[in-house]
């Protein structure tokens, strides 16, 4: 096998078994038994379980913020267009620690806390670079900060649902009321110039 094929399998097994298990209950041994390679092989592509998943995150990220950006209606206005974009961010980060780490290991581990925290910077900014390569938007350095505090503020609103909820169905009440009560005046602050 060739080492992106070796990568692309572990990657799968990984996210098979992130899924079914949870990120918590998956052992580095697990993966490798389901990508048919050596424990040893893992560690001569990935640092740690928590590099492969590193990985797979910023690969599903990658191919959902260019599927996010570019999907808007081209008659959408501005305000539209970052509600929506906002929006659908959150829905990610939603699936992301929903199906990928899990609730529980999120709210009980301090390492799952750091993680998220710097997966969401990576987010934050491959967001912002992608939607400084739109056309038609303004992209002068006081919009792109307004931009930017849309995003962070958005992002740790939603985050904090991860880490207060106590059931799915609280993240899920808290993601519909951030949609209909905050995120309008998030986005009206960002465009007002």
């Given at each position: 096998m060739e080492a992106?094929k ?8 990984a996210?098979d078994?992130?899924r079914?298990f949870?990120?918590?209950?998956t052992?580095?041994?697990e993966?490798?038994?389901r990508?048919?390679i ?35 209606s081209?008659?959408m ?14 829905r990610?980060?939603?699936t992301v ?5 899990g ?5 009980e ?12 910077n990576?987010l934050?900014?491959l967001?912002i670079?992608s939607?400084?390569?739109l ?10 900060q ?5 995003i ?5 609103i939603?985050f904090?649902?991860?880490f ?8 899920r ?8 009560e ?8 960002a465009?007002?110039?």
């Open positions: 992106d070796i990568k692309d399998s572990i990657k799968r097994a996210q078994l992130f079914k949870g990120y918590h209950k052992s580095v041994n993966i490798a038994k990508a048919k050596a424990k040893a092989t893992i560690y001569k592509y990935f640092d740690s379980k928590e590099a492969v998943l590193h990985s797979l995150l910023m690969d599903y990220i990658r191919v959902s913020v260019d599927e996010l950006i570019n999907t808007d081209p008659d206005d501005e305000e539209a267009h970052l509600s929506n974009l906002i929006i659908k961010t959150s990610l980060s939603y620690c929903n199906e990928f780490i609730w529980d290991f999120i709210r581990s301090t390492n799952s806390q750091e993680f998220l925290k710097n997966l969401s990576e934050e900014e967001l670079a939607f400084a390569q056309g038609g938007i303004r992209k002068h350095e006081s919009y792109m307004r931009l930017r505090f849309l962070k503020c958005s992002k740790s939603v904090s649902f991860a207060t909820s106590v059931s799915d169905s609280d993240v009440k808290n993601f519909v009321s951030f949609q209909k905050i995120l309008p005046y998030l986005v009206k602050a465009i007002t110039i």
